[in-house]
């Protein structure tokens, strides 16, 4: 059963806090940073992004400071921890293909669990050096600067209707970032606590993002018991900061990503056709210009299906599989779910099998990867390659591949909104 519970954040005490919420810090440069601290010096990226860029470990000094600034900013109330354990209701409101959506979640503590033996499972592979550089900041500040952001089937909308029954009145906070509305409550009314607690019990947790910061907090876990043994069961340290959100909600979307392949001036649309012939149905389309034109292009080929843009003759075309389990032949041991995802049959098949071998001279070509498909594309320009114009994956390929215990190739997802940094801390302590 997935466990949560209600914890004492801290957080911002003002109202409107436009000004000291961020990104999330993986996302970020030390130029953004800069930008950030021009708008407060007590923007939470003082704390939360120690040292750039965060894919591996900076020296000792950088995370002192910044447990040494969390410090002094709880001495002089620029942050204040809560008096009352508390679930807090997070809306996000964004505007998406014309539309405004509000995306409505909650933070809570998560118990931790190893995957592959509970009821959390991870979608993507992790990489050790983003996990040392959040490890090293953990073990400084004893706390989650930002939360994993986790899904869980609600299609009775059971969980989501008690939490708008518990705010029905004016936002405790609030802020804008990047056009993103943020608004958070703070729930600490016991039997509404309760009935989220015994609901949840019930069900699975997906891991969207954060992948990095929940094998932390593990690490972090396993750490203080080799240092201090087993803690109790209600100890901080079992538990991770995670914003959760029913996979039905009308707010919850999910984005491609896009790629692009660079250095390959030479390969036109007939011979990328050629070489996949046996394999794709090729059908040449106009280069899409827009993600919704995309998806409907895509939609109408199959489920399986892509698009690949050929800088060198500024061609495009949508490929679907001839075989509707194309990847049974390459990995027979793969789950179905993995097999039928369009990133797993790109990659394998198209990548491995065709554009690395014949294209690229047998090595693996360089790629790059990008949120907006006019991107990608541009960057196929630039870099004399090719574009990979991706579908989005659905809410139900998630849950079934994470479910299979498969791993989805690197960036088969995008959530949009990303998180804001900030709204609340969650001390391990």
């Known amino acids: 059963m997935a466990q949560i519970e209600p914890f004492r954040a801290i957080r911002y005490p003002q109202a409107d806090i436009t000004e000291v919420i961020a990104p999330p810090y993986d996302i970020l440069s030390e130029d953004d940073k800069r930008t950030l601290l ?23 000094q950088a995370y002192e400071k910044a447990a040494g600034t969390l410090t002094e900013w709880l001495h002089t109330r620029t942050l204040v921890r809560d008096a009352k354990p508390a679930i807090y209701a997070y809306h996000q409101t964004y505007s998406l293909g014309g539309r405004t959506l509000t995306r409505k979640t909650f933070f809570a503590r998560l118990r931790l669990e190893q995957f592959g033996f ?117 100890d901080p340290v079992n538990f991770v900061l995670a914003v959760l959100c029913g996979m039905e909600d009308p707010g919850a979307t999910i984005q491609p990503y896009f790629r692009s392949i660079a250095e390959l001036p030479d390969v036109t649309s007939r011979d990328v056709q050629a070489a996949l012939a046996e394999t794709f149905t090729w059908s040449p389309c106009s280069l899409p210009e827009t993600p919704e034109e995309l998806a409907k292009q895509l939609a109408t080929a199959s489920r399986q299906a892509f698009a690949l843009y050929i800088a060198r003759d500024n061609a495009c075309a949508v490929l679907s599989p001839k075989n509707a389990d194309l990847l049974a032949k390459y990995e027979p041991n793969r789950k179905p779910a993995w097999r039928q995802l369009a990133y797993a049959i790109l990659h394998r098949c198209v990548i491995d099998e065709v554009i690395g071998p014949k294209f690229a001279g047998g090595q693996a070509p360089t790629m790059h990867y990008h949120k907006t498909m006019q991107e990608a594309i541009d960057d196929a320009k630039q870099h004399r390659g090719l574009a990979c114009l991706m579908p989005a994956t659905t809410m139900a390929q998630l849950r079934d591949i994470c479910t299979a215990g498969e791993l989805m190739p690197q960036k088969s997802t995008y959530f949009y909104p990303k998180l804001a940094t900030g709204m609340v801390i969650n001390p391990l302590y």
């Not at 021009?38 to 000792?60: C, E, F, M, Q």
């Not at 018991?225 to 069961?233: A, L, R, S, V």
């Open 118 to 234: 509970g009821h959390v499972f991870p979608h993507e592979q992790t990489f050790g050096g983003p996990k040392e550089d959040r490890l090293k900041l953990t073990i400084a500040t004893r706390c989650n600067m930002s939360p994993i952001f986790g899904l869980y089937p609600d299609p009775k909308n059971e969980i989501a209707a008690a939490i708008d029954a518990a705010v029905r009145r004016e936002p405790d906070q609030h802020g804008t970032l990047e056009g993103v509305q943020s608004k958070l409550w703070a729930i600490t009314d016991p039997k509404t606590i309760d009935q989220l607690r015994a609901l949840l019990a019930e069900k699975n947790i997906f891991i969207a993002d954060g992948h990095h910061r929940y094998g932390t907090a593990w690490n972090y876990r396993q750490k203080r018991i080799q240092e201090q043994g087993q803690p109790g069961p209600d």
């Open 38 to 60: 021009r708008k407060s010096d007590h923007n939470i990226v003082a704390i939360d992004l120690p040292h750039t860029p965060p894919k591996s470990a900076g020296p000792d």
